[in-house]
Structure formats: structure tokens, C-alpha cells
T-cell receptor, first 112, second 113 residues
Framework: SQQGEEDPQALSIQEGENATMNCSYKTSINNLQWYRQNSGRGLVHLILIRSNEREKHSGRLRVTLDTSKKSSSLLITASRAADTASYFCATAPNSGNTPLVFGKGTRLSVIA | DAEITQSPRHKITETGRQVTLACHQTWNHNNMFWYRQDLGHGLRLIHYSYGVQDTNKGEVSDGYSVSRSNTEDLPLTLESAASSQTSVYFC????????????FGPGTRLTVT
């Protein structure tokens, strides 16, 4: 069963606005990762945040992690039509041999 | 450039047939994974391998098998295809079991009629 649960399931915004997606998880983690999936394509890794980090930036992406609340958020600033995609969080459990667990994703539509 | 490829990209088969989906990576990663993606379920792990001769069951392994005879390939076999196995299948590889990112293939769309 999925550990990460994204919220909202779908999000529609205008180009230039910011998009925020949230991810909640249940057990302790080593790290949390965000991936993007364009329609009909495989997932692409965006950013990884470790359990001892609180915030991380990459270009227009900002990820926060609150381990006390077991939650993370992905902020895309100044969104573009090309950001239209599904976004997934994935958690790496603390037990070293367990693979990543993916959430169900947030479908983001950016309207030009 | 290193890459991960899947074949075929699309496959239509009949119920009861054996089907093998290929996955090949040139990253030289020890860790490889198979997922299926269905509407409403996100990505679910089928099988994974942490090295040659190592295979492990994932969340939805019933009806599927894998074998790992070399570093580059992890074929996924559906022993007797069922309509419930109609899905999009993704292969991925990683330099570590969980601490690093995964690299995904383009996917195989399988339809079982």
C-alpha cells in the first residue's frame, strides 16, 4: 500500500501562478523524493530532501519537509504551461533494504 | 549517454498467454524495479532486484515473475495473462536501494483481451 499520499489529487491554475502540492506519509523515512510525469512518459526525478533537511530549492522548485508532521510540500513558482504534468512523492523508508514507496500523484494543469 | 529502455512499447495479448516485457539499462545500476500504473492506484511495485541472481516480491507480485542473470536486464514475465493485468508497466533503476533517485523507462502499455 502507498505510504505517501498527495493532496490535492488535481490542481488547475493560470500560467504565472504558484502551485503547491502536499504529501503525507506514515512511517519514518531516510529521504523523500518528488517526481514529475508528463502524459505518456516515464517518471523523472525532480528533487530529493533528506530527513535531516527542512527545505531545499532547485530552480523554480521549493520542497519543504516536516518530519514531526510527516509531511512535505512541493512549490512550483511562476508556473508555465510546460509544468502541466502529474507529480508524485516517494518515500525511502529508514530500513535500508526497502524500496521507494510512491504516492498516487497530483495532476497539475497550468492554463496559458 | 546512459539510458533505460523498455520493449515493446505497446503490446496486445490474449488471456492465458505468457508475455515477457523487456527492460535494459546502461547505467550499470545494481538495483532495478518493475511497477504498474493504473488510474486511481498510482505506481505499485511488482518485483525488484538488488543485483544479479537477487529478486524480491513487491506489493502486487501475484501472476508476475522476474529473473536477473546480468546487471543490465530485468525481464518481467506474466505467466498467464489476465485482463486485470491490463496496465502501463514501468521499469526503473537506481544506484542505491532507496537513498538515491530512480531512473525510469518510457513504459510499456499492455492490453490483455
Amino acid at each position: 500500500s502507498q505510504q505517501g499520499e498527495e493532496d490535492p489529487q488535481a490542481l488547475s491554475i493560470q500560467e504565472g501562478e504558484n502551485a503547491t502540492m502536499n504529501c503525507s506519509y506514515k512511517t519514518s523515512i531516510n529521504n523523500l523524493q518528488w517526481y514529475r510525469q508528463n502524459s505518456g512518459r516515464g517518471l523523472v526525478h525532480l528533487i530529493l530532501i533528506r530527513s535531516n533537511e527542512r527545505e531545499k530549492h532547485s530552480g523554480r522548485l521549493r520542497v519543504t519537509l516536516d518530519t514531526s508532521k510527516k509531511s512535505s510540500s512541493l512549490l512550483i513558482t511562476a508556473s508555465r504551461a510546460a509544468d502541466t504534468a502529474s507529480y508524485f512523492c516517494a518515500t525511502a523508508p529508514n530500513s535500508g533494504n526497502t524500496p521507494l514507496v510512491f504516492g498516487k500523484g497530483t495532476r497539475l494543469s497550468v492554463i496559458a | 549517454d546512459a539510458e533505460i529502455t523498455q520493449s515493446p512499447r505497446h503490446k496486445i495479448t490474449e488471456t492465458g498467454r505468457q508475455v515477457t516485457l523487456a527492460c535494459h539499462q546502461t547505467w550499470n545500476h545494481n538495483n532495478m524495479f518493475w511497477y504498474r500504473q493504473d488510474l486511481g492506484h498510482g505506481l505499485r511495485l511488482i518485483h525488484y532486484s538488488y543485483g544479479v541472481q537477487d529478486t524480491n516480491k513487491g506489493e502486487v507480485s501475484d501472476g508476475y515473475s522476474v529473473s536477473r542473470s546480468n546487471t543490465e536486464d530485468l525481464p518481467l514475465t506474466l505467466e498467464s495473462a489476465a485482463s486485470s493485468q491490463t496496465s502501463v508497466y514501468f521499469c526503473a533503476s537506481s544506484a542505491s536501494k532507496g537513498a538515491r533517485e530512480q531512473y525510469f523507462g518510457p513504459g510499456t502499455r499492455l492490453t490483455v483481451t
